[in-house]
C-alpha cells in the first residue's frame, strides 16, 4: 500500500502562508490531480513529498510511514518538477539512469530501467543524443523518463506539460495516463489547465490560498463542486459564474431569474452554469444572448454570447451549424444546474428548484 497522506501541513515564507493546515490523502494506485490558480500552492504541498521543502507544522506519511523527516533520496518517491533542466554534457541515456546513479543502482540495473521507460515513452531512438539536439516535446519526454527511471511507489509530477502545444500535450497525456496504470504506483500530479485537470484526475484537490477546498473522485467534485472554487477550476471549456441577488425566494442573475431551494435570501451570489448545461430553448429556464464569438472544436462549438451585458458560454453541436455573429440565441437550462453559491464565502447555498 502506498497512500500519501498530508496531516495538517502549514508552511510559511516570512509572513506569506504558503500552505494552510492541509490534510488529504492520495489512495494508493489512483491519479491524483492537484488544481488550483498560480501561487495556491501545489508546488510546495509536492516539494514536500518530494522532500525539497520541510513543513512548519504536520505530518506526511506514505504506506502508514511517517517520512517527515526523511531525506529525498531515501523517499520511494520519483519526481518530475515542473522546470526541468536536463544535463546538457549527459546523453538521455545518462540524464534518465541520473536518479539511479544517485540512489546508487548497480550498472545493469540502472540499463534495464532506463530501456524500460524509454519504451514506455517511445524515446528509445534518442538515447544516444545529448540535450541540444532534442526538440521541446522531445525534451518534456526524456524529463518525464527520468522522473519515472526510479523504482518508486509514488510518482510526482509539478504541472509537466506546461508550455507545450495543445496537440503535443494530448498526446502526452494519453501516454501518462497509460504509463500511470502500468507503472501501477500512486500519482500526484499539478495541474494548472482545466482540460489537463478533467482528463488525467481519478482523484481531484482543489486548491486555494494554501487550502484544500474541495476533494473526492473527479465525477463526484465536477457533479458537487460544493464551492464557487471548484467550480471554476473544474471543467472544460470554463464555467460561467454570474454574479446575482437571492431576493423574494428566487435569484436574479445576468439573463436568469429562477426559484431556489435553500437558505441565502437577501445574499449577494454567484451563479454557475456549465456550458455544456445550457441546452435547446424550451426547458427550464430559458434565455437569450447575442453572439459575439463562435470556437470551433470538432463536433461542438462553443459560443460566445452577449446577454444584456454579461457575458455567457455555451455549447452547441456543429450539427445543428454554427449560429451567425451579431444574431440572438435563445437557449435553456434546467433549474438544477443553476448552481448558487455565497459570493463572500464561496460556499455552496443551494441549485435552482423546478
Ligand atoms: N521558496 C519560496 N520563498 C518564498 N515564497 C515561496 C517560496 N516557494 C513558494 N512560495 C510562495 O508560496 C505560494 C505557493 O506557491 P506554489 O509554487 O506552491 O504555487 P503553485 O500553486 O504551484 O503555483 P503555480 O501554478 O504558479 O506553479 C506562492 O505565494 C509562492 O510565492
Given at each position: ?18 500552505l ?25 504541498l ?26 529525498p533520496?531515501q ?24 536518479p ?24 528509445q ?8 539536439l ?27 506539460l506546461?508550455?507545450?502545444d ?5 498526446r ?19 495541474a ?9 484526475a ?9 487550502r ?15 464551492n ?8 472544460f ?98 433549474p ?19
Amino acid at each position: 500500500m502506498a497512500d500519501v497522506v498530508f496531516e495538517g501541513v502549514s508552511r510559511r515564507y516570512g509572513s506569506k502562508v504558503a500552505l494552510d493546515g492541509v490534510s488529504l490523502t492520495a489512495p494508493d494506485r489512483r491519479f491524483t490531480v492537484l488544481c488550483g490558480p498560480p501561487g495556491s500552492g501545489k508546488s510546495v504541498l509536492l516539494r514536500m513529498l518530494v522532500g525539497l521543502e520541510t513543513p512548519d507544522e504536520g505530518r506526511i506519511l506514505i504506506g502508514g510511514q511517517d517520512v517527515t523527516d526523511t531525506p529525498p533520496a531515501q523517499r520511494p518517491v520519483g519526481y518530475v518538477p515542473q522546470s526541468f533542466a536536463l544535463y546538457p554534457h549527459l546523453t538521455v541515456r545518462q540524464n534518465i539512469g541520473y536518479p539511479l546513479k544517485l540512489a546508487g543502482a548497480p550498472a545493469p540495473r540502472i540499463a534495464e530501467q532506463v530501456g524500460r521507460v524509454a519504451e514506455l515513452l517511445s524515446i528509445q531512438h534518442l538515447l544516444d543524443k545529448t540535450p541540444d539536439l532534442l526538440s521541446g516535446g522531445e525534451k518534456q519526454r526524456v524529463a518525464v523518463a527520468r522522473g519515472l527511471s526510479r523504482e518508486a511507489r509514488v510518482f510526482v509530477l509539478d504541472d509537466p506539460l506546461v508550455g507545450l502545444d495543445y496537440k503535443l500535450r494530448e498526446r502526452l497525456m494519453g501516454d501518462l495516463k497509460l504509463l500511470a496504470a502500468e507503472l501501477g504506483a500512486t500519482f500526484l500530479y499539478a495541474a494548472s489547465d482545466p482540460l489537463e485537470t478533467l482528463t488525467m484526475a481519478q482523484e481531484l484537490a482543489v486548491l486555494e490560498r494554501g487550502r484544500v477546498v474541495r476533494k473526492g473522485p473527479v465525477e463526484q467534485v465536477y457533479a458537487e463542486p460544493g464551492n464557487e472554487a471548484a467550480m471554476r477550476l473544474v471543467g472544460f471549456p470554463r464555467a460561467n459564474l454570474l454574479p446575482g441577488r437571492w431576493q423574494g425566494g428566487a435569484v436574479e442573475a445576468g439573463p436568469f431569474r429562477f426559484p431556489v431551494a435553500g437558505r441565502g435570501e437577501g445574499q449577494e451570489v454567484l451563479v454557475g452554469l456549465r456550458p455544456e448545461d445550457a441546452g435547446a430553448p424550451g426547458r427550464g429556464v430559458t434565455a437569450q444572448g447575442t453572439v459575439t464569438l463562435v470556437e470551433d472544436l470538432g463536433a461542438e462549438l462553443v459560443v460566445y454570447l452577449d446577454c444584456g451585458g454579461q457575458p455567457l458560454t455555451v455549447i452547441r453541436l456543429a450539427e445543428e451549424g454554427a449560429p451567425g455573429l451579431g444574431q440572438p440565441l435563445a437557449f435553456g437550462v434546467s433549474p438544477s444546474d443553476l448552481l448558487v453559491f455565497d459570493r463572500r464565502t464561496g460556499d455552496a447555498l443551494g441549485r435552482g428548484a423546478a
